[in-house]
């Protein structure tokens, strides 16, 4: 098995949250001599000054994503009673891109980050995603999905989504999480065997959770109500000798007073692309 990222590389991810305040400038830019080469390239390949704005939901602070200087990618929280913006996270490019960062309170956010890593038996480039909680001045980042373990019994490229924001107020978000059991682990009984994806209220702050969906394998996605309930489920079919993806997905819904779910649509990769919308959420 192929550890994902490495251990060294999630210490990375956490100790660039801390150091990019103090390492970081939002507002350089490039200097670009006035060839034509230079030119183009300052036409067409400069970066949105502003990427995913979010704000606190008492109205009060904005958060968002900016170039730095290089490929680097930064997060700035604003006061907009007091005009004072800081950096609080940051990417260095390349191998890492921080892609946004949204309030779950008025002092913590959830941020996204992306990446390419190399298989070293394979020399294969993979990609990856990593969702973090960190507090508006840079301290306490937390990893959000599933801790991962030396066990782990294949890659984990994703690990969690936000499915619900809730409030916002709280610091609290429902997560889908990937779950990877373990295997090779001896003498003991404490080994993991949940395997799939699940949804779970999580606290960004302390990492406590309480399960809404127990892992589920084949699950690919799921979609809440838009007040804490999950009332869709996307689930991506497999050859059951080969394991092999069919290419079909099947949609499943679940009306407001039932936890069954019930199909709502299968479509076989011959059929027109369907859009899932929770049109059935307040039935």
């Known amino acids: 098995m192929m550890p994902w990222p490495s251990r060294g590389e999630i210490m990375t991810l956490r100790c660039l949250l801390f150091a990019a305040a103090a390492s970081l400038s939002c507002v350089a830019q490039p200097a670009f001599a006035q060839d034509s080469l230079a030119a183009d390239a ?10 995913r704005p979010d704000l606190s939901a008492d109205g009060s602070s904005v958060v968002y994503v900016t170039p730095g200087q290089g490929r680097t990618s930064v997060a700035v929280v604003g006061n907009l009673d007091t005009g004072k913006f800081a950096q609080v996270a940051g ?47 840079g301290t306490e980042p937390k ?29 609290k978000v429902l997560l889908e999480r990937h779950y990877v059991p373990e295997e090779g682990k001896l003498g003991t009984r404490l080994v993991r065997q949940k395997q799939g994806l699940g949804v779970d209220i999580v606290d ?51 009306t407001a007073n039932s936890r069954r779910w019930q199909l709502l649509r299968v479509v076989r990769p011959d059929q027109a692309r369907f859009s899932a919308a929770c049109d059935r959420c307040h039935d």
């Open 143 to 171: 990893q959000l999905g599933q801790s991962e373990s030396f066990y782990d019994a294949y890659l984990r490229q994703f690990d969690a989504a936000v499915v619900d924001w809730l409030d916002g107020t709280d610091g």
């Open 204 to 254: 960004t702050k302390t990492l406590s959770s309480n399960p809404s969906e127990e892992p589920r394998d084949g699950a690919s996605s799921y979609m809440s109500d838009g007040q804490g309930h999950v009332r869709l489920m996307m689930t991506i079919d497999s050859s059951h000798t080969t394991g092999t993806l069919s290419g079909q997905a099947s949609y499943h819904y679940r």
């Open 42 to 51: 300052k036409a067409f390949g400069a970066r949105e000054a502003v990427l």
């Open 91 to 137: 990417s260095p490019g390349g191998k890492m891109t921080l892609r946004w960062c949204n309030f779950v309170s008025a002092s913590r956010a959830v941020c996204r980050i992306t990446g390419l890593n190399t298989d070293a038996s394979t020399e294969d480039i993979i990609g990856f995603s990593r969702l973090l909680a960190i507090n508006t001045d």
